[in-house]
């Protein structure tokens, strides 16, 4: 997300940056959890929007669960209820019984060739939330007074859209149980 802050690469190509947004970076505790401290003193009345990447991306960190989101969305509301919240969902769906948008989250976003793609969709992505964010982010995708009414997700693609969205709940499933069973393996091993 560097070059979409405008923080690396070249300017006057379109970053928050370039359209006078700015930013600050909440680092994460040792253990790869949320500094609550930093995040309750980084929300100021100015502050229009936090972001909240659930996965650990590139990081070696633990993703978040929907309980921290929850925790840290609650923090972010109490001291400025007007800053819109926005979660990067991509590798947690499907993973908990709650998603983000379920605990306050105003917007989340996500790639669709992971988990709701079911291993099977070769491209595409999500935006869900508010009805008001989800067509603002959908005009800035394509333009202004298109919104959804306009995409580059070619016809042949949507069949596997639909065949991964109907087989995603059983692969996350599968591969949650594996990593479990073999977490479990490696810990009996390590003590034996």
Same mark, same amino acid.
């Given at each position: 997300?560097?070059?979409?802050?405008?923080?690396?690469?070249?300017?006057?190509?379109?970053?928050?940056?370039?359209?006078? *947004?700015?930013? #600050?970076? *909440?680092?994460?505790?040792?253990?790869?959890?949320?500094?609550?401290?930093?995040?309750?003193?980084?929300? #100021?009345?100015?502050?229009?929007?936090?972001?909240?990447?659930?996965?650990?991306?590139?990081?070696?960190?633990?993703?978040?669960?929907?309980?921290?989101?929850?925790?840290?969305?609650?923090?972010?509301?109490?001291?400025?209820?007007?800053?819109? *919240?926005? *979660?990067?969902?991509?590798?947690?769906?499907?993973?908990?019984?709650?998603?983000?948008?379920?605990?306050?989250?105003?917007?989340?976003?996500?790639?669709?060739?992971?988990?709701?793609?079911?291993?099977?969709?070769?491209?595409?992505?999500?935006?869900?939330?508010?009805?008001?964010? =989800?067509?603002?982010?959908?005009?800035?995708?394509?333009?202004?007074?298109?919104?959804?009414?306009?995409?580059?997700?070619?016809?042949?693609?949507?069949?596997?859209?639909?065949?991964?969205?109907?087989?995603?709940?059983?692969? =996350?499933?599968?591969?949650?149980? =594996?990593?479990?069973?073999?977490?479990?393996?490696?810990?009996?091993?390590?003590?034996?």
């Amino acid at each position: 997300l560097e070059e979409v802050i405008g923080i690396r690469g070249s300017a006057n190509v379109g970053s928050l940056k370039d359209f006078g *947004v700015t930013y #600050r970076e *909440v680092p994460l505790v040792a253990d790869g959890g949320l500094d609550w401290d930093a995040l309750a003193c980084s929300i #100021r009345p100015e502050t229009g929007c936090a972001f909240i990447q659930r996965s650990c991306g590139y990081s070696w960190r633990k993703s978040l669960s929907v309980a921290d989101i929850h925790k840290a969305i609650g923090l972010i509301k109490m001291q400025n209820p007007n800053c819109m *919240v926005m *979660v990067d969902n991509c590798y947690g769906e499907f993973v908990e019984i709650s998603e983000p948008a379920m605990v306050g989250a105003d917007l989340i976003a996500g790639s669709l060739i992971k988990n709701p793609g079911g291993t099977i969709a070769p491209c595409g992505g999500y935006v869900a939330g508010k009805e008001h964010l =989800v067509e603002a982010a959908a005009a800035r995708l394509s333009a202004p007074g298109l919104g959804v009414e306009f995409g580059s997700t070619p016809g042949h693609v949507m069949r596997a859209l639909f065949q991964g969205l109907f087989l995603s709940p059983q692969m =996350v499933g599968e591969a949650v149980k =594996v990593g479990l069973l073999t977490a479990n393996g490696w810990r009996y091993n390590a003590c034996t």
